[in-house]
């Protein structure tokens, strides 16, 4: 267990910020995909299972945990950046049984999935957040916002009297709410000297702002892998057999 340390002139305990674990977790959430694969079949060598390798690292073990989880309750989040690190289009493969269904689109008219005809649908632009879901434990998840909230996100972002979405005095808060036909989501903007009357919720520190601005992703990384020709041409065969 890494030291409790604390931060700042209320001197919260920062928990171990989560981005560099659960980097580490996502690996081995990956190894563990792969070595459930070799067990569940049983026939073959390693060698034979190494094809599915990157078909494994979309799988749906890869850390969950990482990401921020929308409820119905309204979470207070700080957004890390002024933009998302990391925007794509992924296709929804309901025929993936073994890992997740979702496939990032390679986003070049090559892609095997478009080329078959397939639409990416999903659009994901992925944020550095603090989660403040428990004010005494703040946790940096990745915030993937759908086009909506990516769209208002944008608006605030490039307007300069409510802008940028890093700017240290602002919050938000995200909450969803299931219509008949689809999932709602819900995005308010919360001035840091609201934050306690309207959630019971203390501002974070300096200090613990830039703890956790040191773990945070850069431009251009990536939440989720393409995947290499051969898996790809893996998941074409399961869709066109269908
Ligand atoms: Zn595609």
């Given at each position: 267990?890494?030291?409790?340390?604390?931060?700042?002139?209320?001197?919260?305990?920062?928990?171990?910020?989560?981005?560099?674990?659960?980097?580490a977790g996502f690996e081995v959430g990956k190894r563990e995909a792969v070595t459930g694969r070799v067990v569940s079949t049983g026939a073959g060598g390693p060698t034979q299972m190494a094809g599915w390798d990157a078909m494994d690292k979309t799988a749906s073990a890869s850390g969950s945990d990482m990401y921020l989880k929308v409820t119905e309750e309204a979470t207070v989040?700080?957004?890390?950046?002024d933009g998302p690190f990391d925007v794509y289009n992924s296709h929804w493969i309901e025929e993936i049984e073994d890992g997740s269904k979702s496939v990032r689109c390679w986003g070049t008219p090559d892609c095997p999935l478009c080329v078959v005809g397939d639409k990416a649908k999903r659009f994901s632009a992925c944020?550095?957040?603090?989660?403040?879901?428990?004010?005494?434990?703040?946790?940096l998840k990745i915030w993937?916002?759908?086009?909506?909230?990516?769209?208002?996100l944008k608006d605030i972002a490039t307007d300069g009297k409510r802008g940028p979405l890093?700017?240290?005095d602002l919050y938000f808060?995200?909450?969803?709410?299931?219509?008949k036909k689809s999932v709602e989501y819900t995005l308010e903007r919360v001035k840091e000297r609201d934050l306690y009357e309207e959630y019971d919720v203390e501002p974070l520190s300096d200090e613990a702002l830039a703890a956790f601005l040191a773990e945070a992703h850069q431009?251009?990384?990536?939440?989720?892998?393409?995947l290499d020709e051969d898996a790809m041409e893996e998941v074409v065969d399961l869709v066109m057999e269908s």
């Open positions: 267990m890494p030291e409790s340390r604390t931060y700042g002139r209320r001197r919260r305990a920062l928990p171990a910020t989560t981005s560099a674990t659960e980097k989040i700080k957004i890390i950046g944020f550095d957040v603090i989660s403040l879901e428990d004010p005494d434990s703040p946790v993937e916002a759908g086009i909506k909230i990516a769209r208002q890093n700017r240290g808060t995200i909450k969803k709410e299931q219509k431009w251009g990384d990536v939440v989720k892998e393409k």
